[in-house]
């Protein structure tokens, strides 16, 4: 294997989609990776941690609403 250059391939959530049909996001799964995207350019960070999604998610808007229930097993 040539180590003297690698190809770096960044598909944004649009190409994806259009290149993976039956991948649609909805208007709040777009908006959501979108806003994810641009954290993790701004940041440089590929892997954010889940503290850094949900800060993410919070800067959108996402409030819990109510107590969540125990799980039924």
Do not use: C
């Not at 959530?13 to 908006?31: I, K, L, V, Y």
């Not at 990776?33 to 641009?38: K, V």
């Amino acid at each position: 294997m040539h180590r003297g250059w690698a190809m770096k391939v960044i598909l944004d959530f649009r190409q994806h989609a259009e290149n993976f049909p039956g991948s649609d996001f909805s208007a709040e799964a777009m908006e959501f990776a979108q806003a994810m995207a641009e954290f993790q350019r701004e940041t440089g960070r590929r892997y954010p941690s889940w503290r850094e999604v949900l800060q993410v998610a919070q800067a959108l808007g996402y409030r819990r609403v109510a107590a969540s229930l125990p799980e039924e097993r």
